[in-house]
């Protein structure tokens, strides 16, 4: 089993309707998606993400890059940037995640590691919202939760744990946002947002910001 990759970070914090299911890549491959324009950090996104196996498209030649990601392709997504470990994790006891499902094991993996909180139910055919997505990316890469509220969205949630989630992407620059005063925080997140998410996140890592340990 492999051992789980814990993410401590230095880097300051001054700084989207159906599930697929497709052949995961085992091993580095040509980018078969024809549906992403080329010499786009989207296309370097999905291209570095593919060859790593933690990406995979709606067919084999596409992507859909501006499809509504589900919950449970986001937990696999999230699950196999993380590495974490697949085998034999504890059962979370959602009522719609059989251990039969396609993606329980990635869900239960996010649940067994915090990031996720165990419930009645996960929903993994339903489209995850972009401020679900900036609590289980601060919490799945142990960023440094932001401590105030600087971004000046007019359409923060008013929570304020949610809010310091989305705040902390913007810190480390994930994301800027869907204008300049709004981070539609109930908007569906894309496919093609996602990559670009963890793409982002996991540049920052092979710069050098983030000191990585293993437990």
Do not use: W
């Amino acid at each position: 089993m492999k051992q789980k990759q814990k993410y401590f970070l230095a880097f300051s914090t001054a700084l989207v309707v159906a599930p697929c299911i497709a052949v995961i890549p085992t091993h580095a491959a040509t980018m078969p998606y024809s549906d992403i324009k080329k010499e786009t950090e989207l296309y370097n996104a999905v291209s570095d993400l593919y060859n790593k196996g933690i990406v995979f498209g709606t067919t084999s030649t596409t992507f859909s890059p501006y499809q509504q990601l589900t919950r449970g392709e986001a937990a696999y997504f999230l699950a196999q940037a993380l590495q974490l470990p697949t085998d034999n994790v504890e059962n979370p006891g959602f009522s719609d995640v059989s251990t039969s499902h396609p993606y329980y094991e990635s869900i239960a993996a996010l649940a067994a590691n915090g990031i996720i909180q165990k419930g009645s139910a996960y929903h993994p055919d339903a489209s995850i919202k972009r401020s679900q997505m900036a609590k289980m990316l601060t919490r799945g890469f142990h960023l440094q939760l932001a401590t105030s509220l600087t971004a000046t969205f007019t359409d923060f949630t008013k929570d304020m744990e949610t809010d310091r989630y989305i705040q902390t992407l913007l810190n480390y620059g994930i994301t800027q946002g869907t204008s300049a005063t709004t981070f539609s925080p109930y908007t569906d997140v894309r496919r093609g947002q996602m990559a670009l998410f963890l793409y982002r996140i996991l540049q920052k890592n092979d710069d050098g910001f983030y000191i990585i340990g293993v437990e």
